[in-house]
């Protein structure tokens, strides 16, 4: 039963980020890849807003019984998020020094979401 509510969250979770990445995609930017993974973490989706690379982590909370989808983007998550856009920028050869990026937060409560550009 557990695996079965483990499965279905995956896919629910995937499903809410095919969303996010058609809807910031009608707001011009172009999906690179979803669910990046490394050792260190893993990025929802990674996205270019023009010449700007934007790491995309989206949060989901069906209720707000466990706090919000905004509390659920802690320090902790940020460090594992910016390590493993680190991880991806130097498996493409992108230095962060060099090449203009950003992370982007999607927040969803419900059916009602925030998306906070630039955290």
């Not at 982590?57 to 998550?77: I, P």
């Not at 998020?81 to 992108?94: E, G, R, S």
Request: aromatic fraction near 10%; charge should be positive.
């Amino acid at each position: 039963m557990a695996q079965n509510n483990a499965q279905f969250a995956y896919a629910r979770g995937l499903l809410v980020e095919q969303k996010v990445a058609r809807y910031l995609q009608s707001k011009g930017l172009i999906l690179v890849t979803q669910n990046f993974s490394a050792k260190c973490g893993e990025i929802d989706l990674v996205m270019r807003d023009k010449a700007t690379w934007v790491f995309v982590e989206v949060k989901y909370r069906k209720k707000g019984s466990h706090g919000t989808a905004l509390e659920q983007f802690t320090a902790q998550k940020r460090r594992k998020l910016t390590a493993a856009i680190y991880v991806f920028m130097a498996k493409y050869n992108l230095n962060p020094n060099h090449v203009e990026h950003r992370i982007d937060l999607v927040a969803i409560d419900g059916n009602k979401a925030r998306w906070l550009t630039s955290i």
